[in-house]
C-alpha cells in the first residue's frame, strides 16, 4: 500500500533519543512457568503468543512433538541472548542506540494506538463508497510540484489556458510522464497516492484539481475518462466488506496521523528561520557524513551554524546543534526525502511534534503499561538475536579447499539451464501500448522506446536493460519468445500485474556450467548457513553448561492454545 506524504514524517518519528530505562517483569506465578533459563523464564502467555504467530503464518500443527519442539527452540533463543550479552551487545553503542529507538518507538506506538486509531470508525456509507471505487477506473493525469509555491503556479498557468501537455514537458524528467502529458492511464484504489485518488474520484471528468500533498511534493489531477463495472451486486459487496473494512480503517489510521502531525505543527507553533534552513539543506544536499552524527563529528566547514537557531515553538527554540541531536535516530531512508528547504523544514516539524507526542505519553505514564513493557521486551530480544546472528555469520571463514570441494561435489547445483536475454517495455495503459507497437512495425529502435515508455527500468546492473530467463520463468510464453533471434520482438503479452509488455531478444545463452570464481559468492553463502547452525548448537551447548536451565514440558500436555 501506498503511504501518505504526511505520515512519512509520522513514521520517522519512532527512531529517535530517550533516556535510559530498564523494564523489568513481575516473576510469574510458578504454575505458569514453562522454563527458567538463569534469571529468566518462558510463561505460558510467551508459549501460546509464539505458537498462534506460528500457526498464523505457516499453519503449524498442534500435537506433542510440536509443542515440545517450540518450547525447545524458544529456550535456545534465550540462551543466545544470553550470550549476546555476555559479548556486550547490550551496552555498547550500538546497544544503546537500539535500547533508546525501541523505547521510543514502544511509547509512540501506544500513542498512536491510543489518541489515534482508537477513535477511527468506518460507516456504512464509507464502505460502499470503497466499493464503488473498487469497481470504477479512472484515466488521469497529472502534474508534480516539489513545492506548494510551485504547485500554485502551475494551476494558475492551467487557469489561464495552458494544457498539461505543455506544462508536463517543463516538470518532469520522466519521458513516458513528459511526452504523454503526465498521463497515469487507468487506475483504481491503492494504485496511486490516496490523496491524488481521493482528488480523482472526486472530479467530474475534464475537471482539474487543485494542488493536493503528496509523498514529496504536490500534485494537480486531471480526469479523462471514468469506467464502472456495471455487473456489481450486493453479494459482491457483501462477500467483500470485511475486506473493506480492514482496508478502509487501515487508510484512515494513516490518514489521521498525517492529520495529527499537521494540526499539531500549527498548534504549536512551528516557525523556522529560513536563513539557517537554506543553509543546513545545502550540507544535506551535498551529503557530509557528519550532519547526522553531532555525537562523534563536528559540523563540517559552516563557522557558528551549530549555534544558530533553526527552528522556534511553544516547546522552544532549538539551534542546528539540538536539531541534529534530534535527528540522530533517523535512517537514510527518511533523510532522503529531504529534497528541497521546504521538505526539510517538513522534516524538523516532525522532530517538534515528535517532542510533543513523547512528553504526552510519559504524562499519561504509558511506558508504565504491560503493553509496553511487553513491546520493549520482544524488541529488544529480538534484536540481540539479530545482533548475534550477524556476528557469527560475520566471523565464519571458509577455507579455500572447503570451497573448491564443495563446488566439484555439487556441479549440478551450478548448471544453468538455457536462458534467453530480453529487453522489455512494460506499460500500463492500452492507448499506449498501441502507439507503441505502431512504433516498432515502422522500425523505431526498442532500446529508445524502452527508455522513453516503459514504466519498468531492467534489473539491477543492466544498464542497458537486459535480463535473462528461463523456459520456466517464462511460462506458457516460453515457445513463443524462445523462437524469436537476436534482435526481434514480439507483444504485447498480458501481465498478471495489468501492464502490457513488449519483449526484444538480445541474445540466447546455451546451457552451461558456471565457472567456480562466477559462483563462489554463492558457494561461500551456501556453506555459511551450514556452519551457522552448528555454530548457533556449540554456543547454546556452552552457554547452558554455565547457567542453570530448567524445563517442565509436562505442563504443555494441559495447555489450551485456543
Same mark, same amino acid.
Not at 61 to 72: A, H, I, S, V, Y
Not at 194 to 217: H, Q
Not at 313 to 329: C, I
Not at 402 to 426: C, E, V
Given at each position: 500500500?501506498?503511504?501518505?506524504?504526511?505520515? @512519512?514524517?509520522?513514521?520517522?518519528?519512532? %527512531?529517535?533519543?530517550?533516556?535510559?530505562?530498564?523494564?523489568?517483569?513481575?516473576?510469574?506465578?510458578?504454575?505458569?512457568?514453562?522454563?527458567?533459563?538463569?534469571? =529468566?523464564?518462558?510463561?505460558?502467555?510467551?508459549?501460546?503468543?509464539?505458537?498462534?504467530?506460528?500457526?498464523?503464518?505457516?499453519?503449524?500443527?498442534?500435537?506433542?512433538?510440536?509443542?515440545?519442539?517450540?518450547? @525447545?527452540?524458544?529456550?535456545?533463543?534465550?540462551?543466545?541472548?544470553?550470550?549476546?550479552?555476555?559479548? $556486550?551487545?547490550?551496552?555498547?553503542?550500538?546497544?544503546?542506540?537500539? %535500547?533508546?529507538?525501541?523505547?521510543?518507538? $514502544?511509547?509512540?506506538?501506544?500513542?498512536?494506538?491510543?489518541?489515534?486509531?482508537?477513535?477511527?470508525?468506518?460507516?456504512?456509507? =464509507?464502505?460502499?463508497?470503497?466499493?464503488?471505487?473498487?469497481?470504477?477506473?479512472?484515466?488521469?493525469?497529472?502534474?508534480?510540484?516539489?513545492?506548494?509555491?510551485?504547485? *500554485?503556479?502551475?494551476?494558475?498557468?492551467?487557469?489561464?489556458?495552458?494544457?498539461?501537455?505543455?506544462?508536463?514537458?517543463? !516538470?518532469?524528467?520522466?519521458?513516458?510522464?513528459?511526452?504523454?502529458?503526465?498521463?497515469?492511464?487507468?487506475?483504481?484504489?491503492?494504485?496511486?497516492?490516496?490523496?491524488?485518488?481521493?482528488?480523482?474520484?472526486?472530479?467530474?471528468?475534464?475537471?482539474?484539481?487543485?494542488?493536493?500533498?503528496?509523498?514529496?511534493?504536490?500534485?494537480?489531477?486531471?480526469?479523462? *475518462?471514468?469506467?464502472? &463495472?456495471?455487473?456489481?451486486?450486493?453479494?459482491?459487496?457483501?462477500?467483500?466488506?470485511?475486506?473493506?473494512?480492514?482496508?478502509?480503517?487501515?487508510?484512515?489510521?494513516?490518514?489521521?496521523?498525517?492529520?495529527?502531525?499537521?494540526?499539531?505543527?500549527?498548534?504549536?507553533? !512551528?516557525?523556522? &528561520?529560513?536563513?539557517?534552513?537554506?543553509?543546513?539543506?545545502?550540507?544535506?544536499?551535498?551529503?557530509?557524513?557528519?550532519? %547526522?552524527?553531532?555525537?562523534?563529528?563536528?559540523?563540517?566547514?559552516?563557522?557558528?551554524?551549530?549555534?544558530?537557531?533553526?527552528?522556534?515553538?511553544?516547546?522552544?527554540? %532549538?539551534?542546528?546543534?539540538?536539531?541534529?541531536?534530534?535527528?540522530?535516530?533517523?535512517? =537514510?531512508?527518511?533523510?532522503?526525502?529531504?529534497?528541497?528547504?521546504?521538505?526539510?523544514?517538513?522534516?524538523?516539524?516532525?522532530?517538534?511534534?515528535?517532542?510533543?507526542?513523547?512528553?504526552?505519553?510519559?504524562?499519561?505514564?504509558?511506558?508504565?503499561?504491560?503493553?509496553?513493557?511487553?513491546?520493549?521486551?520482544?524488541?529488544?530480544?529480538?534484536?540481540?538475536?539479530?545482533?548475534?546472528?550477524?556476528?557469527?555469520?560475520?566471523?565464519?571463514?571458509?577455507?579455500?579447499?572447503?570451497?573448491?570441494?564443495?563446488? #566439484?561435489?555439487?556441479?549440478?547445483?551450478?548448471?544453468?539451464?538455457?536462458?534467453?536475454?530480453? #529487453?522489455?517495455?512494460?506499460?500500463?495503459?492500452?492507448?499506449?501500448?498501441?502507439?507503441?507497437?505502431?512504433?516498432?512495425?515502422?522500425?523505431?529502435?526498442?532500446?529508445?522506446?524502452?527508455?522513453?515508455?516503459?514504466?519498468? /527500468?531492467?534489473?539491477? $546492473?543492466?544498464?542497458?536493460? !537486459?535480463?535473462?530467463?528461463?523456459?520456466?520463468?517464462?511460462?506458457?510464453?516460453?515457445?513463443?519468445?524462445? /523462437?524469436?533471434?537476436?534482435?526481434?520482438?514480439?507483444?504485447?503479452?498480458?501481465?498478471?500485474?495489468?501492464?502490457?509488455?513488449?519483449?526484444?531478444?538480445?541474445?540466447?545463452?546455451?546451457?552451461?556450467?558456471?565457472?567456480? =570464481?562466477?559462483?563462489?559468492?554463492?558457494?561461500?553463502?551456501?556453506?555459511?548457513?551450514?556452519?551457522?547452525?552448528?555454530?548457533?548448537?556449540?554456543?547454546?551447548?556452552? !552457554?547452558?553448561?554455565?547457567?542453570?536451565?530448567?524445563?517442565?514440558?509436562?505442563?504443555?500436555?494441559?495447555?489450551?492454545?485456543?
Amino acid at each position: 500500500m501506498k503511504t501518505p506524504g504526511g505520515l @512519512k514524517i509520522f513514521l520517522f518519528l519512532c %527512531w529517535v533519543s530517550l533516556f535510559w530505562f530498564a523494564c523489568h517483569n513481575q516473576q510469574p506465578a510458578e504454575e505458569n512457568v514453562l522454563a527458567r533459563i538463569d534469571r =529468566e523464564w518462558i510463561t505460558t502467555k510467551d508459549f501460546q503468543q509464539r505458537f498462534s504467530e506460528l500457526r498464523t503464518r505457516m499453519g503449524l500443527p498442534d500435537n506433542g512433538q510440536t509443542r515440545r519442539e517450540l518450547l @525447545k527452540n524458544m529456550v535456545n533463543e534465550k540462551l543466545l541472548i544470553l550470550e549476546a550479552k555476555n559479548r $556486550g551487545y547490550d551496552r555498547d553503542a550500538r546497544g544503546r542506540h537500539e %535500547w533508546q529507538r525501541i523505547h521510543i518507538q $514502544g511509547l509512540l506506538n501506544l500513542f498512536y494506538q491510543k489518541e489515534i486509531a482508537a477513535r477511527i470508525t468506518v460507516s456504512e456509507k =464509507e464502505l460502499r463508497e470503497l466499493f464503488r471505487r473498487f469497481n470504477t477506473r479512472i484515466k488521469a493525469r497529472h502534474l508534480y510540484a516539489p513545492t506548494k509555491r510551485k504547485a *500554485d503556479s502551475l494551476y494558475r498557468a492551467l487557469q489561464n489556458g495552458a494544457t498539461f501537455e505543455q506544462l508536463a514537458r517543463k !516538470v518532469f524528467k520522466d519521458p513516458r510522464l513528459r511526452d504523454t502529458g503526465g498521463l497515469l492511464g487507468y487506475v483504481t484504489v491503492d494504485e496511486v497516492h490516496p490523496n491524488v485518488e481521493d482528488a480523482a474520484f472526486s472530479l467530474k471528468v475534464g475537471e482539474i484539481s487543485r494542488p493536493v500533498k503528496i509523498s514529496s511534493g504536490y500534485s494537480i489531477v486531471k480526469v479523462e *475518462d471514468r469506467i464502472q &463495472n456495471p455487473l456489481i451486486t450486493e453479494l459482491q459487496y457483501a462477500q467483500k466488506k470485511a475486506q473493506m473494512e480492514r482496508f478502509l480503517r487501515y487508510r484512515k489510521s494513516l490518514q489521521m496521523a498525517a492529520a495529527f502531525v499537521d494540526s499539531m505543527r500549527r498548534e504549536l507553533e !512551528v516557525t523556522f &528561520n529560513p536563513d539557517v534552513v537554506r543553509a543546513v539543506f545545502q550540507l544535506i544536499k551535498n551529503k557530509p557524513e557528519g550532519l %547526522w552524527r553531532p555525537e562523534e563529528h563536528p559540523l563540517p566547514g559552516v563557522p557558528d551554524l551549530e549555534d544558530r537557531v533553526i527552528v522556534r515553538s511553544r516547546l522552544g527554540a %532549538w539551534s542546528v546543534r539540538r536539531f541534529r541531536e534530534k535527528a540522530r535516530f533517523t535512517s =537514510e531512508r527518511e533523510r532522503r526525502w529531504i529534497r528541497h528547504p521546504e521538505s526539510l523544514e517538513e522534516f524538523i516539524a516532525g522532530l517538534v511534534v515528535r517532542e510533543y507526542m513523547l512528553a504526552h505519553a510519559r504524562r499519561k505514564q504509558y511506558d508504565r503499561t504491560p503493553e509496553f513493557q511487553e513491546f520493549v521486551r520482544r524488541q529488544w530480544e529480538s534484536y540481540l538475536l539479530q545482533r548475534l546472528e550477524e556476528a557469527l555469520w560475520a566471523e565464519m571463514e571458509v577455507p579455500e579447499d572447503s570451497l573448491r570441494h564443495y563446488y #566439484r561435489q555439487n556441479l549440478d547445483k551450478f548448471t544453468r539451464p538455457p536462458q534467453i536475454g530480453l #529487453r522489455k517495455i512494460a506499460v500500463a495503459d492500452p492507448a499506449v501500448a498501441r502507439l507503441i507497437e505502431g512504433h516498432l512495425r515502422r522500425g523505431a529502435s526498442f532500446e529508445e522506446l524502452a527508455q522513453q515508455y516503459s514504466v519498468r /527500468s531492467g534489473g539491477a $546492473g543492466n544498464p542497458r536493460g !537486459v535480463e535473462y530467463f528461463t523456459r520456466r520463468q517464462l511460462g506458457q510464453w516460453a515457445d513463443e519468445i524462445f /523462437s524469436l533471434n537476436p534482435g526481434e520482438w514480439k507483444g504485447p503479452f498480458p501481465s498478471a500485474d495489468s501492464l502490457y509488455l513488449f519483449v526484444q531478444c538480445v541474445d540466447q545463452l546455451p546451457q552451461r556450467v558456471i565457472p567456480f =570464481e562466477e559462483a563462489r559468492e554463492e558457494i561461500v553463502n551456501a556453506l555459511k548457513y551450514m556452519g551457522l547452525n552448528k555454530k548457533r548448537d556449540e554456543i547454546i551447548r556452552q !552457554v547452558a553448561r554455565s547457567v542453570p536451565v530448567a524445563q517442565f514440558p509436562e505442563r504443555l500436555t494441559t495447555m489450551r492454545l485456543n
